[in-house]
């Protein structure tokens, strides 16, 4: 079982609709949850961190936390056109608190 | 606010030749990690430097070095290049793992 499990997608979304992504983890002790948008030849920019259970929004993106089930979402609502590119999920373990284990991440298409 | 930089951002080197590269981080952040990233292996963590030691260190040969000097500026070195560490080797720094990591632009790596 890899440590960050993401659906590679493509996952193509029609414009305004709403991009749900999902990502699991196996280190139980994990305490920060990270998401990373990359555009294609560019590197990764942080647009998500959560720490808590539950939902936190931030504009047109909400993370959602779900340390029973060890999982952790990214939804898009309103998706345009800009918000094709892969999205990676990103979990410090609990033993190497400054490392980051990266997920295959989620290639997401925005259809006009 | 400065973001981090990467120096320089292409290099094309021969097998058996060494690079290195070289990252400042954004200014006040002790952390510096170094990452590559491939499009079969995806985001790989390579080593985590703080306050010039280094605290955390990924499954890579001894071929991959990195250190990190007073005022936080990171270099990593790859000695007798395969063609194999062709790649985008990536610098993050971060103020605490709460506050997320940011990533350099990048150097993208040919060995020919």
């Known amino acids: 079982q890899k440590e960050v499990e993401q659906n590679s997608g493509p996952l193509s979304v029609p414009e305004g609709a709403i991009a749900s992504l999902n990502c699991t983890y196996s280190?139980?002790?994990?305490?920060?949850f990270f998401w990373y948008r990359q555009y294609s030849g560019k590197s990764p920019e942080l647009i998500m961190s959560?720490?808590?259970?539950g939902d936190k929004e931030d504009g047109r993106f909400t993370a959602q936390l779900n340390k029973a089930s060890q999982y952790v979402s990214l939804l898009i609502r309103d998706s345009q056109p800009s918000d094709s590119a892969t999205y990676l999920c990103?979990?410090?373990?609990?033993?190497?608190?400054?490392?980051?284990?990266f997920g295959g991440g989620t290639r997401v298409l925005v259809k006009p | 606010k400065a973001g981090v930089t990467q120096t320089p951002r292409y290099l094309i080197k021969t097998r058996g030749q060494q690079v290195t590269l070289s990252c400042s981080p954004i200014?006040?952040?002790?952390?510096v990690s170094w990452y590559q990233q491939t499009p079969g292996q995806g985001l790989q963590f390579l080593f985590e430097?703080?306050?010039?030691?280094?605290?955390n260190k990924g499954n890579f040969p001894g071929r991959f070095s990195g250190r990190q000097f007073s005022n936080s500026r990171s270099e990593m070195n790859v000695s007798t290049l395969e063609l194999g560490d062709s790649a985008l080797y990536l610098c993050?720094?971060?103020?605490?793992?709460?506050?997320?990591?940011?990533f350099g632009s990048g150097t993208r790596l040919t060995v020919v």
């Open positions: 993050a720094s971060s103020a605490g793992q709460v506050y997320g990591y940011t």
């Open positions: 280190d139980r002790g994990s305490q920060s």
């Open positions: 959560i720490y808590s259970n």
């Open positions: 990103a979990v410090p373990p609990e033993a190497a608190g400054n490392k980051l284990t």
């Open positions: 200014s006040g952040h002790r952390s």
């Open positions: 430097y703080f306050s010039e030691t280094q605290r």
